[in-house]
């Protein structure tokens, strides 16, 4: 069966703080996501990763930075937590070729207070 | 501009009627499309695959327009469980993965 899991449901944390976002998948993908929903909004890319080490800018990168040194892991970075990222984050994997489709991962609400 | 756009809705829609709507995008180098659904406090899930001769999965039917660069979704026969929130989705490039906002189906007795 088909597994994106993320690190945490829930997390909060403090202005200021570096928080890690943690995603795992078990499906060999090449392609990774990182998205944020926000009410309204839909799900905003914030990073892609096409391969290992290899990254993308998506349309709201700021504040955040990504580490994919294996194929199966991709983490998300926020380096000084701010309030206006308390969103909800979801992880996504995806292969190269052939279908395209993306499973995600459950997601985690991330406060930051 | 958004790189893909959708009528937020809600449509409300009732149990055994047809609803249909669209979803348009930016980019004409864009070379897949799907359509997603999304549960209250779910993560989203691919509803189907949207072919350019336009394609048919059960009650769902989808639809690309290319020239006009839109794509659509009709559901037939509505049901409760159908009340979700669909999300049009584009592939850019490389694989990389656009989501429009999404239009929210609220299906009533």
Known sequence: DVKVTQSSRYLVKRTGEKVFLECVQDMDHENMFWYRQDPGLGLRLI???????MKEKGDIPEGYSVSREKKERFSLILESASTNQTSMYLCASSAKAGTLEAFFGQGTRLTVV | RKEVEQD??????????????????SNSASQSFFWYRQDCRKEPKLLMSVYSSGNEDGRFTAQLNRASQYISLLIRDSK?????????????????LQFGAGTQVVVTP
Request: proline share 7%.
């Open chain 1, 47 to 53: 990073y892609f990763s096409y391969d290992v080490k």
């Open chain 2, 8 to 25: 937020p809705g809600p449509f409300n829609v009732p149990e055994g009627a047809t609803v249909a709507f669209n979803c348009t995008y």
């Open chain 2, 80 to 96: 409760l469980s159908d009340s979700a929130t669909y999300l049009c989705v584009v592939n850019t490039s490389w694989g990389k």
